[in-house]
């Protein structure tokens, strides 16, 4: 079994930064990809980065197009934690951020195992 728990969530004005956590515990397999979706009220989880060792040789990152150059996800295998570098933050980022981990990377929510309790983001215009 894997626990997700997220940090680093809040309220921030539209333009500003924020810096999401999700620390890892448990077995370590099922946790090569990692990633972060959100949910604003009344709309479908979807995805936002993912980061995924490959094959142990090289590290691949996935942005949606909504966060690409705004948003840098990485990770930290030594304390088994990965980072969501959220800039030039809109209020349309506005939602819950939920940390997930798989076995292989994808960006389909049904592809990964293990989901954290999630953390609320706001940005206020």
């Known amino acids: 079994q894997v626990h997700l728990a997220e940090s680093g969530g809040g309220l921030v004005q539209a333009g500003g930064s924020l810096r999401l956590s999700c620390a890892a515990s448990?077995?370590?397999?099922?946790?090569?990809?990692m990633a972060w979706f959100r949910q604003a009220p009344g709309k479908e989880r979807e995805f936002v980065a993912a980061?995924?060792?490959?094959?142990?040789?090289?590290?691949?990152?996935e942005y949606a197009n909504s966060v690409r150059n705004r948003f840098t996800i990485s990770r930290d295998n030594a304390k088994n934690t990965v980072y969501l570098q959220m800039n030039s933050l809109k209020p349309e980022d506005t939602a819950i951020y939920y940390c997930a981990a798989a076995a292989r990377l994808t960006l389909e929510v049904f592809g990964y195992d293990y989901w954290g309790q999630g953390t609320q983001v706001t940005v206020s215009s």
């Open positions: 980061v995924g060792d490959i094959a142990g040789r090289y590290v691949r990152t």
């Open positions: 448990g077995r370590s397999f099922g946790t090569n990809a």
